[in-house]
């Protein structure tokens, strides 16, 4: 019987005297390499977090206290200290355990969201409810890293918290040093200074107690017990050490071990290296182009080497600025170094985006400025979930005026399409690329009005249209193939640059039967809707179908898995047109996946 087998309630965490208390840390951190490292997840920062997360759990009464953690990717050990140590074998698989704080999994869990710099908001709200229903009694305790720190919504918070002494809010600061690299800027630089430094956090109205030593269990619950009654709002500054105790990770330069695959437990590895993405594409095509033009400067939201700037990084490292997790200030000092003369190339994962909306339409597309966007993780991304499925950026982006949304379908595609996107000087473009090893390139039969022909039946071209936005061009044209074989003549084109939509597109799809299209983004306001308001403007009376995602939150699992439920894949695409063309009766070959 191990010690984590004993902790089945608070009191029986309690009672661990410290030695125990060492010998219950250890065992965590045992079970996350020995799960995480098959599953994959997030296994450095959950490492850091063990003990913290047993002082947390000893010291305050979740849920009646409520724990709430920023972006939420270390919350593992939370999980395995509120009964769920059972659901890591199928840690973020279908139907298993999110890789996120999830209220449908437990009444500990109080935020699902995994984008960073909310938890302050959050406890904010939390705390004035809980006040005004006269739950003084109840403890609001967000958990925030250093990383997340840096983003602009948890000043906006503390700018509130600050000012409200009745209301105990207490913020325990995870500061490992590290968003993925070392986190930069002012305040990383004040929260190294060393305890000897006066705090900003009190001139904000704050209460400071730290540094505290984040891998020492009593250490920690001493601090947390003064903050607890402390009666007013509370920095509580924790150091800790990301990928703590799991040598490969405390010794990877690059994350710390942020986030694996499935890895060799021996050396956090992973078995071979996979095939080539597309973001290594684009990062390879960007530092040549770099090379090329000398205005061209890139920007990350703290994610450098997720998003593929790294080989731009390294060769010009005067050009390449890491603003921390910080997407709206990314967009509108994108919009000053464009107005400066320069052509900014702003690198962020599509779901992100969401976050800077306001600031890519009225700061960089108002002023048409030449910045340029690179979506990664565009479209389903799949093990972390439904705030991480990059779906929304087509729709959302199709309401700027002025911008335009490239979808390279191949690796050709993305350097071409990268290419008139960093020489566009007269307003912004984006280029959106899915969480995906990129395939073989797909050659077009013809090109006429900047619409690549790939596929036209001979016996009778003129049936169906098919539209499909970068990547689904392979789906499309298998579809297009085994509709062939029902007798059924079909047309695959991509326009390339999908929004707004190419003027020459109604005047094609007059000349089929139905017009079908086709994007790994929500169908409501994206590609398909656009092209449909388009042929309805002109006249143009086919029927057009938009097959894609559903406006909906969808659950983590595996980007080819979900791709085929949202109909997605080429029996999905075929099935669609044979319903819509009244041959529903024919069965579809269901094999294979995207
Ligand atoms: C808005 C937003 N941008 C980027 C990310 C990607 N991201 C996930 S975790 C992370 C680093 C977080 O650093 P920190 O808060 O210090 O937590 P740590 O991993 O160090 O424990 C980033 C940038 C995100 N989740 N949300
Ligand atoms: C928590 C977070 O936002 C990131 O760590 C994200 O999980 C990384 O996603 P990828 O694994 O697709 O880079
Ligand atoms: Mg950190």
Redesign the pocket.
């Known amino acids: 019987m191990t010690t984590l087998d004993t902790i089945g309630s608070r009191e029986a965490l309690r009672s661990l005297d410290q030695g125990r208390l060492l010998v219950l840390a250890e065992e965590i951190r045992a079970f996350l390499i020995d799960k995480v490292t098959r599953t994959g997840g997030?296994l450095?920062?959950n490492l850091?977090?063990v003990e913290l997360t047993i002082a947390l759990h000893r010291v305050f009464d979740s849920p009646r206290d409520a724990i709430v953690f920023?972006?939420g990717?270390?919350a593992y050990v939370h999980k395995v200290l509120t009964g769920r140590v059972k659901g890591f074998d199928r840690l973020r698989r279908p139907g298993g355990l999110s890789g996120y704080p999830s209220r449908a999994e437990s009444e500990h869990d109080w935020v699902e969201n995994?984008?960073?710099?909310t938890s302050l908001s959050y406890a904010d709200g939390l705390a004035k409810a809980f006040a005004l229903r006269g739950q003084h009694d109840r403890r609001v305790v967000a958990v925030?890293?250093?990383?997340?720190?840096t983003?602009g919504m948890a000043w906006e918070a503390l700018n509130n918290i600050g000012s409200a002494q009745d209301r105990p809010v207490i913020i325990v600061l995870?500061d490992?040093g590290?968003?993925?690299a070392p986190?930069g800027g002012g305040l990383a630089e004040h929260l190294a200074a060393g305890p000897g430094e006066a705090n900003f956090f009190t001139e904000l109205g704050l209460a400071y107690l730290g540094p505290v030593d984040g891998h020492d269990t009593p250490e920690i619950e001493r601090a947390l017990c003064r903050a607890r009654v402390l009666d007013r709002p509370v920095v509580v500054h924790v150091r800790t050490i990301?990928g703590k105790g799991y040598p490969p990770a405390e010794a990877d330069e690059a994350d710390c071990l942020?986030a694996v695959g499935t890895v060799d437990p021996a050396t956090g590895r992973p078995a071979s290296p996979g095939p080539p993405t597309w973001t290594t594409v684009f990062g390879q095509e960007l530092l040549r182009l770099a090379e090329k033009h000398d205005e061209l400067v890139a920007i990350t939201?703290?994610?450098l080497r997720p998003t593929g700037l790294n080989p731009m990084a390294v060769a010009f490292p005067g050009r390449v600025f890491d603003v921390g997790?910080a997407?709206q200030h990314a967009v509108t000092s994108a919009a000053g170094l464009a107005m400066g003369g320069l052509h900014p190339v702003v690198a962020v994962?599509a779901t992100?985006l969401s976050?800077a909306f306001d600031q890519v339409l009225m700061d960089v597309g108002l002023h048409r400025l030449p910045v340029t966007f690179v979506l990664d993780r565009a479209g389903i991304t799949g093990p972390d979930g439904p705030s991480h499925h990059g779906m929304w950026d087509l729709a959302i982006l199709s309401a700027v005026p002025g911008l335009r949304v490239a979808a390279p379908r191949d690796a050709t595609g993305l350097r071409q399409l990268l290419t008139e996107a960093v020489e566009c000087d007269h307003g912004a473009t984006v280029l959106r690329l899915p969480k995906a090893s990129v395939g073989g390139d797909i050659r077009a039969l013809a090109t006429m009005d900047g619409i690549d022909i790939l596929h036209r039946s001979a016996a009778r071209p003129l049936d169906v249209l098919l539209l499909p936005v970068g990547p689904l061009a392979a789906a499309a044209l298998e579809a297009a193939a085994e509709l062939e074989r029902h007798g059924i003549g079909v047309t695959v084109a991509d326009p390339r640059w999908v929004l707004p939509v190419n003027p020459a597109l109604p005047g094609i799809a007059a000349r089929h039967a139905l017009a079908v299209s086709i994007e790994d983004g929500i169908r409501t306001g994206g590609a398909g809707s656009a092209l449909a308001l388009a042929c309805a403007d002109a006249g143009v009376t086919t029927p057009v179908h938009a097959l894609g995602l559903p406006r909906a939150y969808l659950p983590h699992g595996s980007r080819g898995t979900l791709l085929v439920q949202a109909g997605l894949d080429a029996a999905g695409i075929t099935r669609a047109v044979l319903q819509r063309t009244g041959r529903a009766d024919i069965p579809v070959d269901t094999e294979g996946s995207p």
């Open positions: 997030h450095g920062p850091g977090a920023d972006t990717h270390q995994s984008h960073a710099s925030i890293g250093d990383g997340a720190l983003g995870n490992n590290r968003s993925y986190t990301k942020h939201a703290s994610m997790i997407e994962y992100f976050r």
